[in-house]
């Protein structure tokens, strides 16, 4: 049955690093977005759709609020939910500390499901839609994500991690049984619904050789789908993967060497890309999270974003929480991190751009830029409502607010999950923060 909304509205339909807002933004001050099967059918002036063909339309209207496309998370894990902001340690300790102890407990898959709801609810709190998420080696990790993922109808990316070396026993799988579960999950999940399916090398430090043979071998064998890992995050990573490959002549060259750049291929972090790097990123299709939290909570440095999407040529970058070494679960706080760490490189990174590489530049970067990530006719349904009252000082501030441009980048530094009114995915609310509608679903 049709439904609408109705309310401010923001959406980006092309990119503000590279064109004038004016070309890029979707604003209506008053705007109503129908949606009918799981997709927006039609979204414009709220005058002109409600005296016309919508007159009898059911209509839910948010006054005090702003509505935009679900924020996409780029790369997130959610068996860390548990451990977010373990103390003290740098990426090579913290996973050995913290990351491969819990994740352990994912070979119980009734653990996982429980896990996966907490993560999913926390998701759809923060007003996120769709996420790229890594599972453990366990591949019923990955069956209980998708599982609860699909009792809201998500469309969500995730793949079980291949990781055969440098890791407890009980977090390794071999070249060959990573290399066949991973294409009986394939079989399973990829296209399932909204589901698709992501093939996981950890990183290049936890798989062989052999592994990585295999691992872009099983993802050319199944075009469509993606491949997330880690790259370049922090300074002794670096220097432990120059001593794992030494014939290679850079961290991106291992991967390349193996088969796992290209379209549908995401990286989180490249916070220490070189030039070449950057380029050779470009030139094959490939994408960077970016993980502003993460990066600042781990000490791993600082991404030059201005030279992914504003160099030549540009990479495709969206933006992520890399949860559990990302501290929040909210885009709107990756969105601040963004901001202080493009401060610290001496650029200014606006509140559009800022909205844009959490939304349609995301969605551009998983090259799902047709289907999610803007409130546009034909596009899925996945939409957030960000309440201009959500807090007393939220409230104050924009009061004293002119353009959109400032209302956005207040709920940038000032917002959270809090700033989250109401969640829809694929056409239905999931989430009404003042009823805590959540996830009765579950
Ligand atoms: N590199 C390899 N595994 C991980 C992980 O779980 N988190 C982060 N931040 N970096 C990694
Ligand atoms: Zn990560």
Request: glycine share 8%; with cysteine; charged share 20%.
């Amino acid at each position: 049955m049709k439904k609408a909304i109705r309310g401010q509205l923001i959406s980006y339909y092309d990119n503000p690093f590279s064109k004038p807002v004016e070309d890029c933004l979707y604003y209506e001050e008053d705007a109503l977005l129908v949606m009918d099967g799981g997709k927006i059918i039609a979204v414009g002036p709220a005058s002109r759709l409600l005296s016309d063909l919508y007159r009898d339309v059911e209509v839910t209207h948010y006054k005090d609020a702003i509505i935009c496309p679900g924020f996409i998370d780029c790369h997130v894990h959610y068996p860390q939910t548990e451990m977010i902001g373990a103390y003290g340690k740098q990426l090579i300790d913290w996973l050995n500390k913290y990351t491969f102890v819990a994740e352990q407990k994912f070979a119980d898959e009734a653990y996982a499901r429980a896990a996966a709801e907490v993560f999913l609810k926390e998701l759809i709190r923060a007003g996120t839609t769709t996420a790229a998420v890594f599972c453990t080696v366990h591949p019923q990790s990955v069956d209980a994500f998708f599982e609860q993922s699909a009792k809201i109808k998500m469309r969500n990316i995730a793949g079980k991690a291949l990781m055969d070396r440098h890791a407890p026993p009980g977090l390794m799988d071999t070249a060959q049984s990573g290399y066949d579960q991973t294409k009986s999950l394939i079989a399973k999940w990829h296209g399932n619904g909204r589901a698709l399916y992501a093939v996981t090398p950890r990183f290049a430090p936890t798989s062989t050789e052999e592994q990585m043979e295999l691992t872009g071998a099983v993802w050319k064998e199944h075009p469509g789908t993606y491949l997330q890992s880690h790259i370049s995050e922090n300074k002794a990573e670096l220097e432990w993967v120059k001593e794992l490959y030494p014939e290679r002549k850079s961290y991106v060259d291992v991967y390349q060497h193996y088969g796992q750049l290209g379209p549908r291929a995401i990286y989180g972090h490249g916070v220490h890309f070189t030039e070449t790097d950057f380029r050779t990123f470009a030139e094959t299709g490939t994408a960077i999270a970016h993980c502003p939290t993460s990066n600042l909570f781990l000490g791993s440095g600082l991404f030059r974003l201005e030279r992914a999407m504003t160099g030549s040529p540009t990479v495709r970058t969206g933006l992520a929480t890399d949860l559990g070494g990302g501290t929040n679960f909210s885009q709107l706080v990756s969105m601040n991190e963004a901001y202080k760490i493009a401060q610290l490189n001496g650029y200014a990174l606006n509140a559009h751009k800022a909205f844009y590489l959490a939304t349609r530049g995301a969605a551009d970067a998983l090259y799902l830029g047709g289907q999610i990530g803007s409130l546009a006719e034909g596009h899925e349904a996945d939409i957030a409502v960000l309440d201009l009252k959500a807090t007393p000082i939220l409230d104050y501030r924009l009061g004293h607010a002119e353009t959109i441009e400032e209302v956005l980048f207040a709920f940038i530094i000032l917002g959270d999950d809090r700033a989250v009114r109401a969640t829809y995915v694929a056409g239905e609310l999931v989430y009404e923060r003042d009823r805590d509608t959540l996830l009765e679903t579950f």
